[in-house]
């Protein structure tokens, strides 16, 4: 159980060291930070419409970070310090440029059709939430060349995957064993609540994701002798993320996103007893199970779950410019240094925080060092 004493580092490649090569050169640097975990967002190829989010092979790294044997050298490298991987695995959906969607949208009759969603009307799943109402109004998304409609939660050029068929359940498990025979040590599973979808209901957390997420955890608990971690990705109030560990057979970390909201306003009201609720809320979780802790990481502060009046205090509090808020000004793409004005003190009352709380820190690159927007 690795995880469970893991210190983890979230960082991109490209803005970090530039290549895989030079990541690896850096490893001496995330030991003398006391690391022993590296989260690596994404590395595929993409045409990088969501920050590498919208996948187009999940089998290779994109050409400008180097190449597959690149990544293998620094799994060896990390591990020989120590130091174990963790890659993003993006289950909801894949890019519009994949080649399974290019197949789909291509004909009514392709074998491929059935990997994703669809719809003569785009009636279905009213009720559903729509991970980005700023950039579109709703998930159905016109295709062209069948004269009907496929499902996107996130960008219109993100398809979702059809995870009631047997087959995309086994091709991504299949994806997923290739990076895990190459040594990774852990996914990140993004978007891990989105994955079934049912008309009538908002398509989040629903009981049939939690049994995909099982199936995925049993599938690489019998090949990997259970050494292989899974981090959910899962956006809820305490209560409803705690199911994502499921009784010990689902994912061994999940984030901590109302824990991530609260850690700010805890510090700028200087009251660490507001903590102590979410913290009470966060108990009794399964054995071998753990949160993952955090403050800032690659997407927006959503604050969803404060108060109307405790977000906007907070985001008054910021003073975010324009360029920095997301979702119709609800939430705020900031660094730590930014959040709070580039104030070395208040930055290292922040981390000091976080490394207090129960769970497993994560650490967003840069941050450590007060780097801005």
């Given amino acids: 159980m690795w995880w469970k004493d893991a210190k983890i580092y979230e960082l991109y490649i490209d803005k970090f060291a530039g290549t895989i090569g030079n990541l690896t050169a850096h490893l001496d640097y995330f030991e003398k930070l006391g690391i022993n975990a590296l989260h690596i967002l994404p590395h595929y190829p993409s045409p990088m419409v969501d920050g590498g989010y919208d996948v187009m092979d999940y089998l ?15 799994i060896e490298e990390a591990h020989r310090r120590g130091i174990h991987i963790m890659v993003d695995f993006v289950l909801n959906h894949v890019s519009e440029h994949h080649p399974w969607f290019l197949e789909a949208r291509s004909s009514k009759d392709n074998h491929k059709r059935d990997y994703f969603l669809w719809s003569e009307t785009g009636n279905e799943h009213a009720t559903a939430w729509n991970a980005f109402p700023g950039i579109k109004e709703r998930n159905w998304i016109w295709n062209e060349a069948t004269q009907d409609y496929f499902y996107a939660t996130f960008y219109p050029q993100q398809p979702d995957l059809n995870w009631d068929n047997p087959e995309v359940v086994e091709s991504m498990l299949a994806n997923m064993d290739f990076w895990a025979d190459r040594g990774v040590d852990g996914f990140r599973l993004d978007a891990a609540l989105t994955l079934i979808k049912r008309d009538g209901t908002v398509s989040r957390g629903l009981p049939e994701t939690h049994a995909v997420l099982k199936h995925i955890r049993a599938h690489l608990d019998a090949q990997y002798n259970g050494t292989i971690a899974l981090l959910a990705e899962a956006h809820l109030e305490v209560e409803e993320i705690k199911k994502f560990f499921g009784n010990g057979d689902e994912c061994h970390l999940v984030y901590h996103f109302p824990l991530a909201e609260r850690l700010p306003f805890a510090l700028m009201r200087k ?7 979410i913290l009470t809320r966060s108990e009794n979780i399964p054995p071998g199970c753990e949160w993952a802790v955090f403050v800032r990481n690659h997407d927006e502060l959503s604050l969803a779950t404060l108060s109307k009046s405790e977000r906007a205090e907070l985001l008054a509090a910021f003073n975010a410019p324009p360029e920095y808020l997301f979702n119709k000004g609800s939430s705020a793409a900031l660094r730590l240094a930014d959040m709070f004005r580039h104030d070395p003190e208040r930055i290292r009352d922040m981390i000091a925080l976080l490394y207090t709380m129960p769970g497993v820190p994560i650490l967003y690159y840069g941050d450590e060092i007060g780097m801005h927007n």
Avoid: I
């Fill in 271 to 277: 009251d660490p007893n507001l903590l102590q609720d």
């Fill in 60 to 74: 290779n790294v994109r050409p400008e970070l180097g190449t597959l044997e690149d990544f293998e050298k620094l």
